[in-house]
Nanobody, 123 residues
Framework: QVQLVESGGGLVQAGDSLTVSCTTS????????MGWFRQSPGKEREFVGA????????YYTDSLKGRFTISRDRAKDTVYLQMNTLKPEDTAIYCC????????????????WGQGTQVTVSS
């Protein structure tokens, strides 16, 4: 069994920065990448970005490039999502996911998911 646990969410003001993290535990598996998704009330879960586990190469949805940064610490089995200049529209539950596949933009690619951490940005 593989577990992903997010942490670091909270209530912040517009313009603030926040970093959320996701730690993997349990059965070892050969992941190709870790992804971050977010879901706001009434909206579908959307891709935020992903990081290739071995190389550290990152990929982002176009609208978030430059504001959000993904990194990972392989020794800690943890991936991070740093969010800068937060806006009220960034309010969502942020979930991490792990995949052994290659199409990192698609939700269906991911094998394991965390429960998510709530990020609320007040105006």
């Amino acid at each position: 069994q593989v577990q992903l646990v997010e942490s670091g969410g909270g209530l912040v003001q517009a313009g603030d920065s926040l970093t959320v993290s996701c730690t993997t535990s349990g059965r070892a598996f050969s992941r190709s990448a870790m992804g971050w998704f977010r879901q706001s009330p009434g909206k579908e879960r959307e891709f935020v970005g992903a990081i290739r586990w071995i190389t550290g190469s990152t990929y982002y949805t176009d609208s978030l490039k430059g504001r959000f940064t993904i990194s990972r610490d392989r020794a800690k089995d943890t991936v991070y999502l740093q969010m800068n200049t937060l806006k009220p529209e960034d309010t969502a539950i942020y979930c991490c996911a792990a995949t052994t596949g290659t199409n990192w933009y698609r939700r269906e690619t991911y094998n394991y998911w965390g429960q998510g951490t709530q990020v609320t940005v007040s105006s």
